[in-house]
């Protein structure tokens, strides 16, 4: 409790802080966050302790912004509340966290006080238990992060470092306290995101998060709630809601946020069918619990219960960036967003973070120790100052830059990346130059070898020949024995070959015949083999064998020589006949019978057995085996086997003979062959000898060949490397230099990459000075460290490639180093590259880079350019995303990001709601125009935000180009020729010395011996030669080239300073942008269009002389009045500057005055105001004003002549400064001591300087540009009071056709967009004109403008067509149609002189039918110049604020347009002057008509008087005042008149306007302080702040102090009607009254806010916006406007105001106190009416008069004491009268003395008396008024709130001469 309380008493919640607000649920808090852990994990008392002090520290801490606070918490838990409350020694109980073990726990130890639950990850239960190790910690939440990245389509690159250890483990805790939610604080890039995705997969959450696209409403918004809700009430899962404020497209977002924290739900998120549903859903749940713990069944309870599960269930985690007032203005708006949330403020990283992650990205890359420490230093270095560089970049530029932890962890991963790729590159390079020098080395020692070889080689190659020569002899011997031999041999041959003829016929014979019978006998041994012993058993048993079997034994009988048996005749002849059977018996029990059959001898078959069996058997015709297999089917095979020895002898017996022929002829042959061997093997011995000797030759021959081709190849090496080292020796030198240097390279990079990664991360969005400084500061940081770095660090040496840098040059990059480095940057860093563009230049190069890649250009704006995006993507066509504004669409976040993913194998993108294929082609980049957009961090770490804003070398080399391809352009085409050729020839070097070098790298062994290499590397020399004799020539005739160029660089450097003049306007108006198209094109125009000469000086001079007074026309047109001079004087000084005649401290001195501190010196002279004193003291230090101040009381009499001079500026200085200082600094003189006449002496220094020319604008001249315009560009008139162009449109359109159903006008305004676009679209098929009005008033429209005027396209647009567009300057109209339109004022010009020709030169005056065409000529002409004096007249009292106008009306040329037209009519129609009526028209209607304010009615009507009477058409010598300058000039024809007043002044005296000298110096020193705070807003560096102040909430806290100790208690109101009762005598008492009535309520509201202020600061109550605005005036020195509702009116600065207020507030004492004063202090009056009504009411009811009747009289009274009051009326003091002065001596009103501008008025008596009875005496009606405003708010009574009465005062001149002056009488003055 102790400690919530004290939190409450001193962690307040000021401005800065506004999220200190404590409550109740923070004390419960720390009591939930103790309870989410178990007894069982809390086992000591200490370890109690240390949770309950953590838990503190998460509720309290976190939020904390300031190491104040931090510092006050931790010494009031470990002081206070440990030792008081829980008894306990802080260093004791924490001694295990003590880093630095000095026995004192730091606030910084016990940021290691972790407690979490997902410390273990083996374990099931998740115990909230702290954490010991926290090296261990982060190795487990490093686990999760590598699951999360597997599983997530968005992975993330985290480095785990102590911070973020913290922040996971305190968004856990969160999350995962029942019904908690987190707030994080802290800038985009500082990992709010990603820690809580990694949180709420580490706690197994689903992470819900919306996806916003182009259209996303509140409609999506509410469906993707309802999706969340459900979600994550439909399971048991918990769901963590992440929502950053860059989603926050409505702040009604925040509202149903606000809602859902506070009570769970979102009011009418659900229709009636969604909650039914719901319901639906949760009964199913419902019925799954136990009966006791259901809900009753209701809708409502079902519902509550669905609530009731979102609280449970959903976590929001919102993440906020405390950037800007958005989020303090949320937290004041949408106070749950505190009070619900427990709030984790993110730091900007803490060293240790910084250093962790440096140490673990650096870890991989290959340092020394001492190099790695030093790269970590400087990384962090480079972090913290570059966010001191963005301070004072914000300072003095107002532009915005932010440094987050993103540009961190990008500049380490750049310089990795770099490093790595450098390191790669250089070391291939250096190796590359190595291997060629090896080479040519190895070629060198070579030489001495082989000319050694050379001459051991000769006598060996002669033996070698000789023996070759010894062997020939002997082989030739040897050949012809060999000869010889060979012949006998084949002699021999033949007759054995005709033996073995012979042999072989005969057996071809016996063969042929044999081949016959050999079939047969074949068949008949298969017969044999088909018996078995058994068939021939059954033949063998045959008691009496059929014939058949009987035949056919008998002949196998007769064949084996077997006699048959002689037996009896069985026909009983008694003969004995021969029977075979019984023999045949014989044989077939023979066992051995059918082998016998086989082994028959067939070939010795005796004659006689033959030929019984042919004659007996082979005849038979029962012998046929077909008929014996009838008998027996054993007997079919033996017939077939007699048989077949028939066929067999037959053939045997032919043949017989003729083998043994055979025979002998083979013995005779064998006899023959083995003599022809004998002689073979002789031949044979002998060929062996002779081969023998033959490989012998041949060895020598080779031996010999050898030899030679040795020392032919000796010869060819000896010329290759006479060829190589002759060719490729000059570079041996600049090899040996190259590689030697890119060896120093290597070492170095560390230190060149590391600023190089520091310059793409960091600097990319400063500008060229800015960028400049920073990294001469760095650099020599990184030397004085000790990191190697080359002696002057560039990025395009370290990074830049010669070749593609000229490439950039060519395809339109301008040619100075810093868009060079964007270039660099872009093609180096990791993020795609936003460039701010304001003139162009990066698109234009993009454009041209990429046009070969098919380079697609789309703007948010389109309808498709998310189509177009994807196809560009998954295709990997670059895409240039041009004009985005300072929001990017979320769309494009994940592409941003390069959230790619894998899936399906193929890399993938989410964009939108689709999945696409991403190609690692695609490239991206985006331009804006802004000149000065502010990118808040969340946008600016997702891009690289480059500045591209041209730089004046980048111009001057652009606009040379011109000037020279315009003027000579042969040269210029020469040069271009020359660059793209030496570019190429670079190129081509580049490539040859690549591919010698590769191809003496690639090579293998020994380069001499291979011949293509050499070839390659001397043809390559060759060319390389050529190319590099060309080079030189190139280079040469350059040098010649860019010396004649180089004369035209003056006006090239003249133009650039004119360029950047105008670009610098835009500052002042936001309608003066010029794109740098429009200003090249006009100066290719100034080019073509100046006078020529030979003389190339002469030629400049004339072409600069043309060209500045063509821009300064050009640029006059779209000026206003008050910026033409500022303009020209701008101009003229950038001029001076860049030529040294004008000293950069002497300009700022000009325009400030210097820095003012408190002046020591003391005031010279009385006549000298304060601050022209102070002004010269302090112009007393620059060098050329030295002794000013000491001289300055011995010269104060010259000095006081320019005082007092009426043109100071003409004077002379007094003493030696007249000779001493020039024109220049004269002015500065003035502006110390007549800042009045700063401008007549400006533009007197510009005539001198520049021509008198500069300082008369042209008139304005529609046809002229209208001539300027085309179909495609718009023509802008911008606006300003009193400027009506409409007419003057509508006539020209008539003039040029135009008109009637030509013209098509609209003035825009709410839902006019879509009629708006019709009307272009008929226009530009059409060809007409289309007018649009006021676009200011359709900001939402102004893009569709703008896209419109953008697709305007020649080709497609009618030619005739015209975009007329009217706007008052905006910041919401599009830069690019001003920039390519033609923009003209149409603002009455400045100066009666110009207003006069300006009136005469416009319609209908000009139109000479007009004219002349009036009966009255003289009278015409006489009252038209008069008129159009007095339009110019009343125009120009504007200036002289209320003398002139109370109310300044806009008069415009309509007025004098239907005042002239009425003129030439009553003339025509009158026979005389109808003045009456001129006068009545003219002053009533048409001026009048404006006129709202009484006393200015009577004013126009005193001034018109003067031009509408008789003496102006009558007498010539009419003078309009006394210096006779101006009448109305004689009867003459048009030109006469224009002429007249051409010759008028430029700067009229004010006599001319019925004023007093005095009038001007009002008007003048307001306009040259606004000159000043103009010209002041184009000085970039000017808006330095001075520091060692004091803190704003210091210095508000001590005003409102200050004030508060003056302010009196409130007065007494009923004390007051006690003491002055409402009477009927005295009215006096109810005024008194009444005021303190007023004042108290006044009194209150300043008292109270100041103490609401003073607790605000410290934080006691929220500051609300009014409070806040209060603290704003304070701070400027203004009255707030929550007093100025309650107040008076005032004019004065703060510190008066309260001055006066308190004076009021003792006047109304004092009459309290002592009673009615004798004279009335009439300022002192809230409300001054009361008082007058009073003073009269007392004199009525005294004289019983009706108050109607009543006015008053009035006597100025003298100056002195007045003991008692007037009997009647009253005396009263306190008036001013402003414009004249009361003239004591003769009591009259009288003119005012010099540089007096208001007088104080002695006391006057106000005497009430009949209104018939006030005296007649000649005086002026001086109104009275309130302040020196004049003007109020038109009240009820016909009178402005400003105005009190209208007094008489006596005056000897006629009322109109006062009239003139603005004389009135003023109740208090503005100081």
Known sequence: MAVYKSAMSNLLPTPTKSHYLFNLRDFSRVIQGVLLSLPETCETPGAMKRLWVHEVFRVYYDRLVDDEDRDWLFQFISKDALKNQLKEDANQLFEHLDSNADGKVEEDDLRSLIYCDFSDPKSDNKNYVEVLNINTLTKVVEGHLEEFNNLSKKPMDLVMFRFAIEHVSRISRIIKQPRSHALLVGVGGSGRQSLTRLASHMADYELFQVEIGKSYTKTEWREDLKDILRKSTEGEQHGVFLFADTQIKEESFLEDINNLLNAGEVPN?????????????????????????????????????????????????????????????????????????????????????????????LDEVQLSN???????????????????????????????????????????????????????????????????????????????????????????????????????????????????????????????????????????ECDAELSEALPILESALAALDTLTQQDITIVKTMKSPPAGVRLVMESICILKGVKPDRVPDPSGSGKKIEDYWPPSKRILGDMKFLQSLHEYDKDNIPASIMKVIRNKYIPNPEFEPDKIRNASTACEGLCKWVRAMNSYDKVAKVVAPKKLALKAANAELAVAMASLEKKRAALHEVQEKLRKLQEKLEANKQKKADLEFQVDLCTKKLERAEQLIGGLGGEKTRW???????????????????????????????????????????????????????????????????????????????????????????????????????????????????????????????????RTLENCIQFGTPVLLENVQEELDPLLEPLLLKQTFKQGGAVCIRLGDSTIEYSHDFRFYITTKLRNPHYLPETAVKVTLLNFMITPEGLEDQLLGIVVARERPELEEEKNALIIQSAENKRQLKEIEDKILEVLSSSEGNILEDETAIKVLSSSKVLANEISEKQAIAEETEKKIDKTRSGYKPIAVHSSILFFTVADMANIEPMYQYSLTWFINLFILGIDNSEKADDVDKRLENLKEYFTYSLYCNICRSLFEKDKLLFSFLLCANLLKHSKEVDED????????????????????????????????????????????????????????????????????????????????????????????????????????????????????????????????????????????????????????????????????????????????????????????????????????????????????????????????????????????????NEPPKGVKANIIRSYLSDPISDPEFFTGVRQVRPFKKLLFGLCFFHAMVQERRKFGPIGWNIPYEFNETDLRISVQQLAMFLNEYEHVPFDALSYLTGEC?????????????????????????????????YFDNSQLYYAPKDGDYESYIEYARGLPINPSPEIFGMNANADITKDQSETKLLFDNILLTQAESRTSSGGQKSNDEIVNDVAGDILGRLPPNFDVDAGLRKYPTTYTQSMNTVLVQEMVRFNNLLETIRTSLINIQKAIKGLVVMSAELEEVVVSILKGKIPGMWMKKSYPSLKPLGSYVNDFLARLKFLQDWYDVGAPIIFWVSGFYFTQAFLTSVQQNYARKYTIPIDLLGFDYDVMDDKKYKEAPEDGAYINGLFMDGARWDRRTKLIAESQPKVLQDTMPVIWLKPCKKSEIPDKQTYLAPVYKTSDRRGTLSTTGHSTNFVIGMEIPSDKPSTHWIGRGVALLCQLDN
């Not at 919102?318 to 004041?332: E, K």
């Not at 970590?376 to 107002?398: A, G, V």
């Open 1146 to 1385: 002497e300009w700022r001195f000009l325009l400030t005055g210097g820095i003012g501190l408190d002046n020591p010196h003391s005031n010279p002279a009385a006549w000298l105001p304060q601050k022209s004193w102070d002004e010269i003291c302090r112009l007393d230090e620059l060098d050329r004003f030295k002794g000013m101040r000491k001289k300055f009381p011995g010269q104060k009499d010259g000095w006081k002549a320019i005082y007092d001079s009426m043109q100071p500026h003409k004077e002379v200085c007094p003493g030696e400064w007249e000779e001493s200082l020039g024109q220049f600094q004269k002015m500065l003189i003035l502006r110390c001591l007549r800042p009045d006449k700063v401008i007549p002496a400006v533009q007197d220094f510009v005539t001198a300087k520049l021509g008198k020319k500069f300082i008369e604008p042209p008139p304005f001249d529609l046809g002229k540009a209208f001539a300027d315009s085309n179909c495609s560009a718009a023509l802008i008139f911008i606006l300003s009071p009193g400027a009506d162009p409409g007419a003057a449109l509508l006539k020209f359109a008539d003039d040029q056709g135009f008109g009637g159903a030509k013209l098509s006008s609209l003035s825009l305004g709410q839902g006019q967009g879509p009629i708006a676009m019709k009307m272009i679209e008929k226009g530009i098929k059409e060809g007409t004109w289309v007018v649009l009005q006021n676009c200011h008033l359709a900001a939402s429209w102004m893009s569709t403008l703008e896209k419109i005027c953008e697709e305007l396209n020649p080709e497609t647009t009618h030619p005739d067509f015209r975009l007329w567009v009217t706007s008052y300057p905006s910041d919401t109209f599009p830069v690019s149609v001003l920039q390519n339109g033609v923009k003209m004022t």
């Open 736 to 866: 040996g230099l190259a590689a030697k240097e890119l060896g120093q390279l290597y070492i170095n990079l560390t230190g060149d990459i590391l600023i190089s990664a520091g310059l793409v991360a960091y600097l990319g969005a400063f500008t060229a000075n800015f960028r400049l400084e920073q990294l001469a500061q760095w650099a020599e940081e990184v030397t004085r460290i000790g990191i190697p770095t080359g002696p002057s660090f560039s990025l395009i040496s370290s990074l830049g490639e010669p070749v593609m840098i000229r490439q950039w040059n060519i395809f339109g990059l301008p040619t100075d180093s810093f868009s060079v480095e964007n270039g660099i940057i872009i093609s180096n860093a990791r993020r795609w590259p936003l460039m701010i563009d304001p003139q162009g230049q990066a698109n234009k190069w993009i454009k041209n880079s990429e046009k070969a890649n098919n380079l697609h250009v789309i703007k948010l704006t389109d309808s498709d350019f998310v």
């Open 370 to 508: 001492e190099e790695r420490e030093g790269c970590i230093t400087m990384c962090k270095h480079f972090h913290t100052t570059t966010r001191i560089l963005s301070e004072r970049y914000l300072t003095q530029l107002d532009r915005h830059n932010y440094v987050t932890p993103t540009s961190y962890l990008e500049l380490i991963s750049t310089f990795k990346n770099l490093l790595d790729k450098k390191r790669m590159d250089v070391m291939k390079g250096k190796r590359r130059y190595e291997v060629g020098l090896e080479k040519l080395d190895s070629a060198e020692s070579q030489v001495t070898v082989m000319q050694k070889e050379l001459v051991e080689l000769q006598p060996q190659l002669v033996v070698a020949s000789k023996e070759v020569d010894e062997i020939m002899v002997i082989i030739e011997r040897e050949s012809i024995e060999v000869a010889k031999t060979e012949k006998i041999v084949k002699a021999d041959e033949e007759i054995a070959n005709g033996q073995a003829k012979a042999a072989q016929a005969i057996k071809d």
């Open 269 to 361: 998120l659900y229709a009636i069918d969604e909650k039914q549903e719901i319901c639906e859903k949760m009964r199913a749940i419902d019925r799954q619990k136990d009966k006791t713990k259901q809900t009753d069944g209701t809708p409502l309870s079902l519902f509550n219960m669905f609530i009731d599960r979102c609280r449970d269930q959903l976590h929001v985690v919102l993440a906020m960036s405390p950037i800007g007032d958005a989020f303090r203005n949320r937290l004041r708006k949408f106070p749950s967003l505190v009070n619900c949330c427990t709030i984790d403020w993110f730091q900007s990283w803490p060293e240790d973070a910084l250093q962790a992650v440096a140490t673990r990205f």
């Open 1486 to 1518: 048409n001026y009048g008509g404006r006129v709202t304010d009484d006393r200015d009615r009577r004013t126009l009507h005193s001034i018109l008087i003067k031009f509408y009477n008789k003496e102006i058409i009558d007498t010539d010598e009419y």
